[in-house]
Nanobody, 127 residues
Framework: QVQLVESGGGLVQAGGSLRLSCALSGRTFSTFAMGWFRQAPGKEREFVGA????????GYADSVKGRFTISRDNAKNTMYLRMNSLKPEDTAVYYC????????????????????WGQGTQVTVSS
């Protein structure tokens, strides 16, 4: 059974940085393309970024491009989201998600493509 566990959330001032982690267990990590999504109060869940199975390809939402960086360490079964220059509008619960495409070079932007989800970690950015 695949399990995803996020960590690293917290309270940070605007302009600060955080690094989120997402650990996957239950299956071989490298078979999964991974993604980060977030959901703010009263809003729908939205795509943040994604990374291919090998880590060679990434994609980002326009709202975070240039500030957030996704990476993965297949040896550690872990994906990361480095968030710099945080803004109050980045406040949300952040979720990691996994899917298993045959193509090693795809990233998935739609939540409907993902089969497995973590429980979420809260990120709060104060102004």
């Amino acid at each position: 059974q695949v399990q995803l566990v996020e960590s690293g959330g917290g309270l940070v001032q605007a302009g600060g940085s955080l690094r989120l982690s997402c650990a996957l267990s239950g299956r071989t990590f490298s078979t999964f393309a991974m993604g980060w999504f977030r959901q703010a109060p009263g809003k729908e869940r939205e795509f943040v970024g994604a990374i291919s199975r090998s880590g060679g390809i990434t994609g980002y939402a326009d709202s975070v491009k240039g500030r957030f960086t996704i990476s993965r360490d297949n040896a550690k079964n872990t994906m990361y989201l480095r968030m710099n220059s945080l803004k109050p509008e980045d406040t949300a619960v952040y979720y990691c998600a996994a899917c298993a495409p045959d193509n090693t070079k795809v990233v998935r932007r739609s939540s409907q493509n993902y089969n497995y989800w973590g429980q979420g970690t809260q990120v709060t950015v104060s102004s």
